[in-house]
């Protein structure tokens, strides 16, 4: 693409957008960075289709089943001085029924504060035998489905489904260098509360406020995007230089040439300045974010669905290693023109 066919898409892009700053200021770096290294070689560059990005699994491929409770609670609906009265008849409510998945779990961990404390009070009371058995049994029923109620709101809830949504655009590099804080904090304190749950160790209030963090985020879907944009263009620069080098080295005589020196330029303006720190900024990222993730994942106590194990966990699956990928392939066909025209030193990395 030559001068006045970049000028008119920077024109283009002013017009869509009211004179202000591009939608997309990362993908405008990128996409300038692979046109000078294009120009510089004359090599054409090839339209390519950005790498497909798997949608995060819908919720019945992301959600398990919860156990049904067997035994009944009508009986309990008497037992106000122990607080159960009121929670069980707040469940049967019309509200109480459409509990989303991070409510009812909230309300599982209330139930069961709530009856380990009346089974307490009921220990005083040997007229109350059968009330005190009846109601251990619902207990070890309820913390038997904990695990599966605290998957459903934390791994497989709507919050983190709607935060990799893949509607949005990539992180701008001004963003890039600060995301994630706020969230990678959310993930950390649900699995550091996960084991808490059921327990009087448990405030109540604690629990709210990083799934609200998480509810408001769409971090993880920008970083995706991110990385689908990186992984395009560092293989498309890298393609260039395969091609041209193939085709006729940039410095036959094993010296640099005009046209490496300005190459040069080219990977000091643009790849050492602008590209590589917006890489780093992702990467750090994407590996905050990943580790608290793990943390996360390793907090449960379930087997993950099916589904979801093999489209978010496997670790050899998804964007991030075909941007590992992309990032040595494009390492590697620099170095190979940098060492042949003698601006890097055979063997450096």
Known sequence: MDKAAVRAVWILAMLVTGGCAPADPAGVILAEYEQRVARVLSVTVQVRPLPELAPWPRTRDRTL??????????????????????????????????MSAPVRLHYEHRFLVAAQRCLE??????????????????????RHGL????????????????????????LTPEEAEQAGRSEVAALYELAARLPGLGQK???????????????????????????QLLTHHLDGVAELLEVRE??????????????ADILWNVFRGYHMERV????????????????????LHAAQQVEPPAHFERIVLDPAGGVWPDLD??????IAAWRVVLVSCGLLPNGAN
């Open 121 to 142: 009070e009921l220990a005083g009371y040997p007229d109350r035998a059968a009330l005190r058995e009846q109601l251990e049994a619902i207990v070890e029923e309820k």
């Open 246 to 259: 193939a085709r006729r080295p940039i410095c036959p005589q094993g010296s640099a040439t005009r046209d």
């Open 147 to 170: 695990p599966a109620w605290a998957w459903n709101a934390t791994l497989g809830g709507e919050a983190l489904a709607s935060a990799h949504s893949l509607d949005v655009a990539p």
């Open 276 to 295: 590589q720190p917006y890489l780093v900024a992702v990467d750090r990222a994407r590996r905050d974010w990943g580790a608290a993730f793990e943390a």
């Open 65 to 98: 089943a919860v156990p049904a409770q067997r035994t009944g609670l009508g009986g309990f609906l008497s037992l106000h001085r122990c607080d159960l009265g009121s929670l069980i008849g707040e469940r049967s409510s019309q509200l109480g029924r459409v």
């Open 325 to 330: 990928r992309a990032r040595e392939r494009h």
């Open 201 to 227: 160790t448990l405030a109540v209030g604690d629990w709210n406020a990083p799934f609200e963090t998480l509810s408001r985020s769409v971090l993880p879907g920008r970083l995706r995007r991110s990385a």
